[in-house]
């Protein structure tokens, strides 16, 4: 029998830590979406949740805390956009993170008229909801209120 053993020079333990920033210190690109003719662009500033729609439009602040994303159709790598009538679609924003791959607490609508994207008034809070899993349409009426 044959015992290999290898010696190795005593080596110093690295005692530099690499520190990371908590977040970014410039806004940066969530997720985005297409939705009713218009670009949508989520963003976390600072731990906030912004929304951009377009490129002129100044950006609006969203309820839940980022990192935000848009609510995909099950199965889908794309935005999930609820027709509430033939003027007006609503498409979802899950934020206010939890453990989960792009899971929240928070989900608020983005209904989109005209042109014009306004944040809902009602956000769904309490329950945890994840990116891929999408909404039913009961839950969407409740954001077109």
């Given at each position: 029998?044959?015992?290999?053993?290898?010696?190795?020079?005593?080596?110093?333990?690295?005692?530099?830590?690499?520190?990371?920033?908590?977040?970014?210190?410039?806004?940066?690109?969530?997720?985005?979406?297409?939705?009713?003719?218009?670009?949508?662009?989520?963003?976390?500033?600072?731990?906030?949740?912004?929304?951009?729609?377009?490129?002129?439009?100044?950006?609006?602040?969203?309820?839940?805390?980022?990192?935000?994303?848009?609510?995909?159709?099950?199965?889908?790598?794309?935005?999930q956009v609820y027709r509430h009538d033939k003027t007006t679609a609503v498409v979802a924003v899950v934020g206010t993170p939890v453990k989960g791959n792009r899971c929240g607490r928070e989900?608020?609508?983005?209904?989109?008229?005209?042109?014009?994207?306004?944040?809902?008034?009602?956000?769904?809070?309490?329950?945890?909801?994840?990116?891929?899993?999408?909404?039913?349409?009961?839950?969407?009426?409740?954001?077109?209120?």
């Amino acid at each position: 029998m044959l015992l290999l053993t290898a010696c190795e020079p005593e080596r110093q333990p690295n005692t530099q830590a690499l520190v990371l920033p908590e977040r970014f210190t410039t806004p940066h690109v969530t997720d985005q979406a297409q939705a009713a003719g218009l670009t949508l662009v989520l963003s976390d500033n600072g731990g906030g949740c912004q929304l951009q729609v377009g490129k002129t439009a100044p950006p609006v602040w969203l309820k839940p805390m980022a990192p935000c994303y848009f609510m995909k159709s099950p199965g889908a790598a794309q935005a999930q956009v609820y027709r509430h009538d033939k003027t007006t679609a609503v498409v979802a924003v899950v934020g206010t993170p939890v453990k989960g791959n792009r899971c929240g607490r928070e989900v608020q609508g983005l209904v989109i008229k005209g042109g014009a994207v306004t944040p809902s008034a009602y956000v769904m809070q309490g329950s945890v909801h994840c990116a891929d899993q999408g909404l039913q349409n009961f839950q969407y009426e409740l954001f077109a209120k």
